[in-house]
């Protein structure tokens, strides 16, 4: 029986560990080739190229990785070259620690991912730091912002388009009912948003939108605007529509008056491989300007040739 043979123009993890070990070695790192290899891989790939580097030079790529790159291009390197659900958790709980604390984080992750990814993230947390997210994020928020994001971290929604139109209506009118109340923390309010699949969430707020002639969002802007009522909004636009909330990310990364780079970083290598398109439309629908030109613009170096090749990634 003949062998399969592998096409020509894949790249063998053995080929690539190789060059990556070579970027290492000598006077100085060669940056462009790690980004000429790392970035032009798909997850499945990166993943066989750490257990080929481990294996044949007995070193993690990530530690190798972390010897050799600084700054925001390591930063950047070393998150994107993580398995998904380990970047996530990583992400996680950099954002429960006291001096990186980040809520919106948090948000994205629980409200972004869909049901199985997030129970992913949620194994790979306790197989890295040995305690379970739920307890992590319980134990670094309180009030409001605990009530909120502790169920939203802990559900596992169901993931399919059956909507129950009946049950859209009079939760529409129950949401209705404690905006106007400004009853933003309210038991029913949280349960809708923490436990309903996002089909039968968009049914509700599409119905909502329809019935008062404003988007819940909009009337939650008439509230007081403290850290609940911004992390409330973020979440139902992570909910129902995630590349508006990204593009806001994104947007406020670079146009600040020095750069976020944590937050580019944080977009650009989480959602490279889901739905940086869409995230790239909105950006270029609500600023005129290409996403990729606009980051260019605002970094330099290896860390801007590494965002520019992520950014690209999905035409090679």
């Known amino acids: 029986m003949a062998s399969l043979k592998v096409p020509s123009n894949v790249p063998l993890p053995e080929d690539d560990a190789e060059q990556l070990h070579k970027a290492f070695s000598g006077w100085g790192t060669n940056e462009k080739l790690i980004i000429s290899i790392l970035a032009h891989r798909n997850s ?6 750490r257990s080929v580097y481990a294996a044949t030079y007995n070193e993690d790529l990530l530690k190798a990785l972390d010897k050799e790159l600084s700054s925001d291009f390591e930063r950047a390197v070393m998150l994107w070259t993580l398995d998904p659900a380990e ?11 006291m001096f990186t604390k980040n809520n919106w984080v948090l948000v994205e992750i629980a409200c972004t991912r ?12 306790q197989a890295r730091y040995k305690k379970s997210l739920e307890e992590d994020v319980a134990q670094h928020t309180s009030g409001d912002l605990r009530k909120l994001l502790l169920p939203l971290v802990s559900t596992f929604r169901y993931e399919g388009d059956d909507v129950n139109m009946m049950l859209a209506r009079s939760e529409a009118k129950l949401l209705h009912e404690k905006v106007s109340e400004k009853a933003f923390n309210d038991d029913d309010f949280i349960r809708i948003l923490t436990t309903r699949s996002k089909a039968q969430l ?3 707020l599409n119905h909502y939108n329809n019935e008062h002639g404003n988007s819940i969002n909009k009337n939650l802007k008439e509230g007081s605007d403290d850290d609940y009522l911004k992390l409330l909004r973020a979440a139902i636009t992570c909910l129902t529509y995630p590349e508006k909330h990204f ?3 994104l947007r406020l990364a670079i146009n600040k008056m020095g750069t976020d780079e944590w937050g580019l970083t944080r977009v650009v290598t989480t959602r490279t ?19 990729d030109r606009a980051v260019a613009k605002d ?3 290896d860390y801007e040739d ?11």
Not at 44 to 49: F, G, K
Not at 87 to 97: C, H, I, P, V
Request: glycine share 6%; proline share 1%.
């Open 273 to 291: 491989e889901v739905d940086m398109e869409r995230i790239k439309e909105e950006y270029q629908r609500r600023n005129s300007v290409p996403l």
């Open 299 to 301: 970094t330099s170096g």
């Open 87 to 97: 970047r996530d958790a990583y992400l996680a709980k950099e954002s429960t620690k």
């Open 44 to 49: 499945a790939q990166r993943s066989l190229i």
């Open 306 to 316: 590494m965002l520019v090749a992520l950014l690209g990634h999905g035409d090679v």
């Open 247 to 249: 593009e806001k990310v």
């Open 202 to 204: 968009g049914a509700t």
């Open 114 to 125: 869909s049901a199985v990814e997030l129970f992913k993230v949620k194994q790979a947390y």
